[in-house]
């Protein structure tokens, strides 16, 4: 009998008659569904958290096709390839991009278990314009003969949709590269598809060994995260895999203060800590998810910095084709002289602390 994540998978949403099984439809969703030539899916597990009458549920709408992704204003064409210096001259496979001297994305597949309408990398998961070689050996060869990578991401689509026999042999081989220090792992799963964690998959990346590994999630809103969540992160943790979020800001669904501070303290109640929250990035067709920049600095004074503790507190970046800016609240140092600093807190009261001389 199939794995109940592979059955999940067998059994993914992409069609107006299973959707109709979780949802009322609404309207504006059956004229995307109808009309859009779009890849869209949902792991029944996700569906089953949707909001069965409100088109404004923030999974609702995060995984349903929606007319607004034919509107493109601001979105740039060719985003991927600008974001993952794909137009260089250094020789990479498709399957390495590179925005760092010591780490390399490598992307291993181009499936998920659910299509993030607001997926930066859309053009290869979704629209699948941008057509790569995804060859694990390739990768691997380069990564070995590149002295210089420390740090290997491994992404996709989601990483952890390969079997477990080809994430043991991937992870395994990495790990025998002298050169790299620790695996970090991009994955939805333990959101969108906890099932997948099984002692298989804790074999095949977890244990003790020279090299770690790290999982990031994406968890945006507080309504992802279930008693299912909270046991899939603590079996990755029991097996040495340390669980991080990185939250993307979205108009709509989580750029209000509740949300944004509910998504952190529930984060932590079920062991993930909170790295970073994206800026929405600039590619094409997700123009109505974008809050403006400032937005997510604001959400982190009002919400987070001295409401909760620091673990709770991720780094608000934008990620761009050369790295990923920071963009955190800049309130703290109000003035600065010979002799002291004045410093303001989150409710705009200040204090002085000596400037020593360095
Ligand atoms: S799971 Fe990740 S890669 Fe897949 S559609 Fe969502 S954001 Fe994009």
């Given at each position: 009998?199939?794995?109940?994540?592979?059955?999940?998978?067998?059994?993914?949403?992409?069609?107006?008659?299973?959707?109709e099984?979780?949802?009322?439809?609404?309207?504006?969703?059956?004229?995307?569904?109808e009309?859009?030539d779009?890849?869209?899916?949902?792991?029944?597990?996700?569906?089953?958290?949707?909001?069965?009458?409100?088109?404004?549920?923030?999974?609702?709408?995060?995984?349903?096709?929606?007319?607004?992704?034919?509107?493109?204003?601001?979105?740039?064409?060719?985003?991927?390839?600008?974001?993952?210096?794909?137009?260089?001259?250094?020789?990479?496979?498709?399957?390495?991009?590179?925005?760092?001297h010591?780490?390399?994305?490598?992307?291993?597949?181009?499936?998920?278990?659910?299509?993030?309408?607001?997926?930066?990398?859309?053009?290869?998961?979704?629209?699948?314009?941008?057509?790569?070689?995804?060859?694990?050996?390739?990768?691997?060869t380069?990564?070995?003969?590149?002295?210089?990578?420390?740090d290997?991401?491994?992404?996709?689509?989601?990483?952890?949709?390969?079997?477990?026999?080809?994430?043991?042999?991937?992870?395994?081989?990495?790990?025998?590269?002298?050169?790299?220090?620790?695996?970090?792992?991009?994955?939805?799963?333990?959101?969108?598809?906890?099932?997948?964690?099984?002692?298989?998959l804790?074999?095949?990346?977890?244990?003790?060994?020279?090299?770690?590994?790290?999982?990031?999630?994406?968890?945006?809103?507080?309504?992802?995260?279930?008693?299912?969540?909270?046991?899939?992160?603590?079996?990755?943790?029991?097996?040495g895999?340390?669980?991080?979020?990185?939250?993307?800001?979205?108009?709509?669904?989580?750029?209000?203060?509740?949300?944004?501070?509910?998504?952190?303290?529930?984060?932590?109640?079920i062991?993930?800590?909170?790295?970073?929250?994206?800026?929405?990035?600039?590619?094409?067709?997700?123009?109505?998810?974008?809050?403006?920049?400032?937005?997510?600095?604001?959400?982190?004074?009002?919400?987070?910095?001295?409401?909760?503790?620091?673990?709770?507190?991720?780094?608000?970046?934008?990620?761009?084709?050369?790295?990923?800016?920071?963009?955190?609240?800049?309130?703290?140092?109000?003035?600065?002289?010979?002799?002291?600093?004045?410093?303001?807190?989150?409710?705009?009261?200040?204090?002085?602390?000596?400037?020593?001389?360095?």
């Amino acid at each position: 009998m199939a794995e109940e994540w592979v059955e999940q998978m067998q059994n993914q949403v992409n069609t107006l008659e299973k959707l109709e099984k979780f949802i009322n439809v609404s309207a504006s969703e059956r004229e995307a569904i109808e009309t859009l030539d779009t890849r869209w899916g949902i792991s029944p597990y996700f569906a089953s958290l949707m909001d069965k009458d409100d088109p404004n549920c923030p999974i609702r709408m995060q995984m349903i096709p929606s007319m607004k992704e034919q509107v493109n204003q601001f979105g740039m064409t060719d985003y991927l390839v600008w974001k993952e210096n794909r137009a260089t001259e250094e020789v990479r496979p498709d399957c390495i991009a590179r925005q760092y001297h010591d780490r390399i994305a490598f992307t291993v597949i181009e499936t998920c278990a659910v299509y993030c309408r607001h997926c930066f990398r859309k053009e290869l998961v979704i629209d699948q314009e941008l057509q790569l070689r995804f060859d694990l050996d390739e990768g691997l060869t380069w990564i070995t003969e590149h002295t210089e990578i420390r740090d290997v991401l491994v992404t996709g689509g989601d990483p952890l949709l390969l079997s477990d026999e080809k994430l043991e042999y991937l992870i395994g081989k990495l790990r025998e590269i002298p050169h790299v220090e620790m695996i970090r792992i991009g994955s939805r799963l333990p959101i969108v598809l906890p099932q997948r964690i099984t002692e298989g998959l804790k074999k095949a990346i977890g244990g003790f060994h020279r090299v770690p590994v790290w999982l990031n999630t994406q968890c945006n809103h507080p309504k992802e995260i279930t008693e299912k969540t909270a046991k899939a992160v603590y079996e990755l943790m029991s097996c040495g895999i340390n669980v991080g979020n990185q939250a993307v800001l979205m108009k709509g669904i989580n750029d209000d203060v509740e949300t944004f501070k509910e998504l952190h303290l529930k984060l932590l109640r079920i062991r993930i800590r909170p790295y970073y929250v994206f800026y929405c990035e600039a590619a094409p067709g997700i123009d109505h998810f974008r809050t403006s920049v400032e937005k997510g600095a604001e959400l982190i004074r009002d919400a987070l910095r001295g409401h909760t503790t620091g673990l709770a507190q991720p780094m608000y970046v934008l990620a761009t084709n050369i790295g990923k800016i920071p963009l955190m609240p800049d309130y703290y140092i109000v003035d600065k002289n010979e002799k002291e600093y004045t410093l303001r807190n989150h409710k705009g009261e200040t204090t002085k602390i000596p400037n020593i001389p360095g």
